[in-house]
């Protein structure tokens, strides 16, 4: 099994500061990695596939970057929208695994 | 508009079984694999079980092998997941969601979920 490990598991910021995720992978998954963005009481919602293609209607503030085993997902300028728990998931390997997420907060 | 609805969860004992489904529209629905994600309360999310489009492949996480089992109905735009000898570790919000491109098996369309517990 990829075992995926996010950090920090709690981010501290301010709005319009500047948010850096990061996603590691016990082993090469390519660039078979996305990002999720889930909101309390709320499904989550598809950022990035493909390590950093932005989902339809995703704002170009979010960002991927990465490929092999170090994956990166920013956010260029915090919103008050984007405080959230922040996955991301590797698709390179059977079973499929998610990161334990990292909250961004005010 | 795309959508998935997912139904059928609730309170069941351990040992127990009960029967999740979703609902699709939207989409073509038998063009596109589709899966099941869990959360337990207060945790992470965690991928169940994946199923081919036309359901002759099916992948399912360890910890759920041999008591789940997900299947789907083209003509009805459904998928289900059966869940038998179901246990306290179970419990959890279930997710019905789409993969977003064949063999990429990133999810780009979620449901609200569904809420199973188990509990004696």
């Known amino acids: 099994e990829v075992v995926v490990t996010q950090s920090p598991a709690t981010l501290s910021l301010s709005p319009g500061e500047r948010a850096t995720l990061s996603c590691r992978a016990s082993?090469?998954?390519?660039?078979?990695v996305a990002w999720y963005q889930q909101k309390p009481g709320q499904a989550p919602r598809l950022l990035i596939y493909g390590a950093s293609t932005r989902a339809t209607g995703i704002p170009a503030r979010f960002s991927g970057s990465g490929s092999g085993t170090e994956f990166t997902l920013t956010i260029s300028s915090l919103q008050s929208e984007d405080f959230a728990v922040y996955y991301c998931q590797q698709y390179n390997n059977w079973p499929l695994t998610f990161g334990g997420g990292t909250k961004v907060e005010i | 508009e795309v959508q998935l609805v997912e139904s059928g969860g609730g309170l069941v004992q351990p040992g127990g079984s009960l029967r999740l489904s979703c609902a699709a529209s939207?989409?073509?629905?038998?063009?596109?694999?589709m899966s099941w994600v869990r959360q337990a309360p207060g945790r992470g999310l965690e991928w169940v079980a994946n199923i081919r489009q036309d359901g002759s492949e099916q992948y399912y996480v360890d910890s759920v092998k041999g008591r789940f089992t997900i299947s789907r109905d083209n003509a009805k735009n459904a998928l289900y997941l059966q869940m038998s000898s179901l246990r306290v570790e179970d419990t959890a919000v279930y997710y019905c969601?789409?993969?977003?491109?064949?063999?990429?098996?990133?999810?780009?369309?979620w449901g609200k979920g569904t809420t199973v517990s188990v509990s004696s």
């Open positions: 939207g989409f073509t629905f038998n063009t596109y694999w």
């Open positions: 082993r090469s998954v390519l660039s078979n």
């Open positions: 969601a789409r993969i977003g491109r064949i063999y990429q098996y990133y999810m780009d369309v």
